[in-house]
Every structure is written in structure tokens, then in C-alpha cells.
């Protein structure tokens, strides 16, 4: 903004920041959190002062001073969303992973209409479901455990809990093998019982598939404990099964296969291009990429692991806890894994759009 040739100069953002009110709460406040709220801060106060007119009392040196540090100190707003550098994909701290962007974008166009027919979307779920897995029939419910547990109950036989199955094996990208929805099918299994979430990739929802018998069986006593998946979960399943339908487009569309499929030397490149730019950093010792073993599934009951590559993160002398406040100030959070007295940034389950965020937050 032009300032009005009556208006007093003001100091830069960069003078203020000098000021030894500002100066001593600089090192406690992250960059990034400074950048963001120091935009501007000159501009409004030029801009106010021009609709104070005559009137307007300019403020001293010292007051804009104590202005902008009280901007700085505020508290944090709380991020919902994490840059998750552990390594796991899936887990009891990540149960879902990121959607797809078809799948957001199913989600948000449902819920900006008004619909004529939610009925439509349960028949196009199993439609997708039965082609995709060769099952005679599908049911999609809202709670995995509720569903499992009913399925129990039930005495049905030749039925398969499987909340990690899915529609691709990891052993196609060198990792652990996981029985696919389809293999178990075309086993002795009648039926198959899945979490959405799981390396299918789609929202949190239960997957019930196999024999119609069985399936109608099951459907009364499964919908009066859990009932059918909200619209907006099925519009967010549908979007993520038609992808599948597309022949080798899930790796490249479903961002928990995006990660899953990742080739060891691309994760070494970027640890490699990363480790001398955070080793710049005040706060640690040594940024050493590492090449490991680490869980990319973890749930507790069932963990697969893999090799991987990380950031081996050593503090210099009393820096740890400056370094964890510097990474749960960021936005979104880092979160990392402590082990051997260091900070492990595993890259197995960083999207490269976050690679210069892990950065950033060191400078």
C-alpha cells in the first residue's frame, strides 16, 4: 500500500524485529510462525493510521515494538493435520491415511447438492466391489470392529477378519506380502471382512464381500448394529474402487500406495539432498541419512516392516527440546520417532511436497 505523503515513515519489518523488545523472543518463536505473523504488520499499522486521518496517533518506536512481540507470542493455533515422518503408514496413531483427491473431491460434491437418491450409491459400492474382488455379492457398514464382532457372533464359517486387505500386495514393491481381498476369495474363504481404510486406501468403513447367501445372511443382524456406511463415506469408496479400475493407476492416485510403492534409492536421493541442508541448523549435531528397517504397519495386533531410508537427527548440547518445540509449532506438526538418543525423520510415509518443510523448521 502507498503511504499518504502526510503520514510519518515507519520503520520496516526488519528494523522491528532488531528492536531489543522483539529481539529477545525471536530465538523462542519458529521461523516460520515469524514470517507468518510479521507479514503485513507495517502495512496495517500504515493502514490505520490513514483511516485515523488528522486524528490518528502515531505510535512510538517502542509501542509498535511491543506490538509486534504480543503478534509473535500469541499461542499456537492448533494444527489438525501432521507431516507424519514415523514411517507408518498406517497405524494406532495414523488408523487412516490421506484419501485420494478423486475422493475428496466425490465428498465435497455430495455434500454441496441435494440428493434424490441415496439408495444409488450402495448399489454402485457393490457394483464396484464384486467386479474388482470377483465376490457374488458386497455390504459396506459403517464401524470395522462393529462389524467384525458380528461377524463373529454369527457362527457363519469359512469367514476371513482381515482389516489390512486390500486390492494390491506390498510384495509387488518388495515388501512384505499381503493376501489381497481377491486371493482370499479364491481360497476356501466365503467371506472377507476388511477395513476401508486399510491398503485399500479408501475412508474408515467396514467391507463385507463374498457369497450372496452369505451376505444376505448376514445383512439384517449387521444393520441393526452398525448399519450402512453414511453417503459420504460410500461417495468417497466409490471414487477410491473406480481408480482400481484404471490398470495400474492406484500407486499413482491413492496416496497410501503412492508411499507404499516409493523405490528405496528415490528415498535415499532425497535424504541425501536433505541431510547437508539440515545439518546447517544450530540446533543438531548431525542430519546422518540412514538406511533401516521400520514398521510401515502397526497396529498393535498386526506390524509389517520394511527398508527404508531416514534422517538420523542428533542434537547439539541442550537443543532437544527446542527442536520438538520448533516441529509441534510447524503447521502441519512434525512427527518423528525417538530412538538411540536421536530423532528419526523416516521417509517412507513423507509426500516430497513436505521435503523443504522438514527444512524450514530447523532454520
Known amino acids: 500500500m502507498k503511504p499518504e505523503p502526510s503520514l510519518p515513515k515507519l520503520p520496516t ?4 524485529l532488531k528492536h531489543p523488545t522483539v529481539e529477545r523472543i525471536v530465538d523462542r518463536v519458529n521461523q516460520t510462525t515469524i514470517a507468518k505473523r510479521a507479514a503485513g504488520f507495517v502495512e ?75 439408495d444409488a450409491l450402495s448399489v454402485r459400492v457393490e457394483h464396484l466391489l464384486t467386479e474388482l474382488t470377483g465376490a457374488e455379492a458386497a455390504w459396506v457398514g459403517s464401524s470395522f470392529e ?21 486390492l494390491v500386495d506390498p510384495a509387488d514393491f518388495g515388501l512384505t506380502q499381503v493376501d489381497t481381498i481377491q486371493t482370499r476369495l479364491s481360497s476356501a474363504t466365503k467371506v472377507v471382512v476388511c477395513e476401508g481404510s486399510g491398503l485399500l486406501g479408501g475412508p474408515r468403513c467396514a467391507i463385507v464381500v463374498g457369497s450372496r447367501k452369505q ?23 466409490a471414487a477410491t474402487l473406480e481408480i482400481y479400475q484404471t490398470a495400474d493407476q492406484a500407486i499413482y492416485k491413492i496416496p497410501a500406495l ?48 520394511g527398508p527404508t531410508w531416514a534422517l538420523k537427527l542428533s542434537f547439539a548440547d541442550g537443543m532437544r527440546a527446542k527442536v520438538a518445540a520448533r516441529f509441534q509449532a510447524c503447521s502441519p506438526v512434525i512427527v518423528g520417532r525417538e530412538q538411540q538418543d536421536a530423532l528419526w525423520l523416516d521417509l517412507r510415509a513423507v509426500f516430497p511436497r513436505w521435503d523443504q518443510q522438514l527444512v524450514t523448521a530447523l532454520e
Open 146 to 166: 462393529a462389524v467384525a464382532e458380528v461377524v463373529r457372533e454369527s457362527g457363519e464359517k469359512k469367514v476371513e477378519i482381515v482389516a489390512q486387505a486390500g
Open 258 to 305: 503412492q508411499l507404499l510403492s516409493t523405490p528405496l534409492e528415490n528415498l535415499e536421493q532425497r535424504c541425501e539432498r536433505l541431510a547437508p541442508l539440515m545439518a546447517e541448523s544450530d540446533l543438531l549435531a548431525e542430519a546422518r541419512p540412514t538406511q533401516c528397517d521400520s514398521a510401515w504397519y502397526d497396529t498393535g495386533e498386526v506390524k509389517y516392516a
Open 44 to 118: 496495517e499499522l500504515q493502514s490505520n493510521l490513514q483511516k485515523g486521518g488528522a486524528q490518528g496517533v502515531v505510535p512510538s518506536i517502542q509501542q509498535m515494538a511491543e506490538r509486534l512481540a504480543r503478534r509473535l507470542m500469541e499461542p499456537a493455533e492448533q494444527s489438525h493435520s501432521a507431516i507424519n515422518a514415523t514411517g507408518a503408514i498406517w497405524g494406532d496413531r495414523w488408523p487412516a491415511p490421506p484419501l485420494a483427491e478423486a475422493a475428496v473431491h466425490e465428498m465435497m460434491q455430495l455434500a454441496s447438492e441435494y440428493q434424490v437418491s441415496p
Open 215 to 237: 451376505i444376505a445372511d448376514l445383512n439384517r443382524p449387521l444393520c441393526e448394529v452398525d448399519g450402512i456406511a453414511e453417503p459420504l463415506t460410500l461417495a468417497a469408496l
Open 13 to 16: 519489518i526488519s528494523e522491528l
